[in-house]
């Protein structure tokens, strides 16, 4: 899929500088395309809970620093609009019409975030009307709808997967904004991840270029963390939790048999290290010595990892959203590993190859991402409220904020391998790294 953002949508980037290079990257907001819309006063201003709450609205010049480490004379940067309710709001409830939609790959916590947008809309607005749009993008021109109430949504936080279906494919822009027109709708939130967003950013377009009076609001979600600007997604801490029940099992067996290797796949689709098996440096000298010392190791391997390794046959093949389909690279890993010990080595292992990857981004969230899921739907529903729109709702150095859907889609997150965070999972896990001093370009230190 195309990533990188073409003149066209740069040209239409809202940029508010201020003193000391202080760079605002603002969301698009309806009265940007929309003259004379009447505001009314936030209703939350009445609501038990949150009128006893001093300073509960979010004051209209608060943003949040992309960068928080900066130099004495260093430039302030890039900051987003902080998220949260805001005094007037650009919508009476009665009014308002919200569809929430799933899209992409599964991820724990879509159906928290499902939940909290309903009960958001409901008990902190009293929104009534809330479509699920089933099955994806494809499911606004082809399929069923489902009404949304805090009733339908109450339990489903504790369950994986998402309520409302999810599909890849299928995004017909303007099916898709025919159909929001049609059933009224002006409120429109989209939970995925990097196809997904782009997707988003391509229905705003289309709705900004019929002059609709429609919030699109976007969540990310991502297990493969791709998605650059925000902290991390929801479900992650619950994929971490899973990831390592896996890896602790392959350390068990691995540690209770004679030269026995534990082998985990788990999923990302790109895998920014480089690996080579044979000769000097490589993993098969390193796996031996391991063995020798230890008696016993665990590999965790990316599913993207690797695949220029592996044979040619499907490297040209795509899903329906046109991501990549990759080969096993576990499997192949296996059998690569037992041929050199048995064949070159005449060594004997054992090897216990553990697959999780669908059972990981199945599962409910844990109670920590529940409570990220619900300040990302509460956000989410605040800047709609508040006439934003363009915009994903997302942490920014531990701060929720508005970021605008191109500055989402530009490009892809990629862990930085020649960076610290990189250098002490190394360290920390004694690891090889297959990178050389001259691999790698000269950069400039944080
Ligand atoms: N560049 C794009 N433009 C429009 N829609 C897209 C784009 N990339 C993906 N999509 C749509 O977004 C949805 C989810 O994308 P996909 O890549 O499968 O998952 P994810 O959003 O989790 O990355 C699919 O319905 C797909 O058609
Ligand atoms: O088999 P599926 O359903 O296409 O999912 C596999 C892919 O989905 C993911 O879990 C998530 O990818 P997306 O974020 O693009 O949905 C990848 O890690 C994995 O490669
Ligand atoms: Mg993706």
């Not at 490589?282 to 230890?294: A, M, P, Q, S, T």
Request: with cysteine; charged share 20%.
């Amino acid at each position: 899929m195309a990533s990188s953002a073409s003149s066209d949508e740069i040209s239409k980037r809202k940029i508010v500088n201020g003193p000391g290079d202080y760079v605002l990257e603002d969301v698009p907001h309806l009265s940007d395309y929309i003259p004379d819309l009447p505001t009314y006063p936030n209703p939350l201003q009445d609501h038990p809970a949150y009128s006893v709450v001093k300073q509960y609205f979010v004051h209209v010049d608060d943003s949040v620093p992309q960068k928080v480490v900066v130099h004495k004379d260093g430039p302030r940067g890039i900051h987003f609009r902080r998220a949260g309710a805001r005094q007037k709001v650009y919508f009476q409830p009665d009014d308002v019409h919200a569809c929430i939609v799933t899209c992409g790959g599964l991820c724990p916590g879509l159906n928290t975030v499902v939940r909290e947008i309903v009960c958001g809309l409901y008990h902190m607005y009293g929104v009534k009307k809330v479509l699920g749009i089933d099955g994806g993008y494809m499911g606004f021109y082809a399929k069923n709808t489902v009404c949304l109430d805090p009733k339908v949504v109450n339990v489903i936080h504790k369950r994986g997967g998402t309520i409302l279906g999810t599909s890849r494919g299928g995004h017909d822009t303007s099916k898709i904004v025919d159909s929001i027109q049609d059933r009224g709708i002006n409120q429109v939130y989209i939970i995925g991840g990097d196809g997904t967003q782009r997707g988003a950013a391509l229905i705003f377009e289309e709705i900004r270029r019929r002059g609709l009076k429609v919030s699109v609001a976007g969540i990310p979600k991502t297990i493969d963390n791709d998605i650059p600007v925000i902290d991390k997604s929801f479900g992650f801490d619950t994929a971490v939790e899973e990831a390592q029940r896996a890896i602790n099992a392959a350390h068990v067996e691995a540690e209770s048999f004679e030269n026995c290797i534990g082998l985990v796949k788990v999923m990302g689709r790109y895998s920014e290290s480089p690996f080579y098996l044979e000769g000097p440096g490589g993993l098969f000298e390193y796996i031996e010595k391991r063995l020798k010392e230890d008696g016993h190791m665990v590999v965790v391997i990316a599913e993207g990892a690797g695949q220029e390794l592996l044979s040619e046959s499907m490297q040209s093949m795509t899903d329906a959203s046109g991501n990549k389909l990759l080969q096993d690279v576990g499997l192949w890993l296996s059998q690569r590993i037992k041929d050199y010990f048995s064949k070159e080595r005449k060594m004997p292992i054992n090897l216990k190859y553990i697959d999780p990857t669908y059972m990981i981004r199945a599962i409910p969230s844990n109670a920590s991402d529940n409570v990220y899921c619900t300040l990302l739907a509460q956000s989410a529903v605040h800047g709609a409220m508040a006439g934003y729109t363009g915009f994903t709702s997302g942490l920014v150095n531990g701060r929720h904020t508005y970021i605008p859907f191109n500055r989402i889609i530009e490009k892809q997150n990629k862990v930085v391998i020649t960076d610290r965070m990189w250098a002490r999972l190394l360290s920390s896990t004694n690891q090889p790294s297959f990178l050389s001093a001259k691999d790698v370009e000269p950069s400039t230190p944080l």
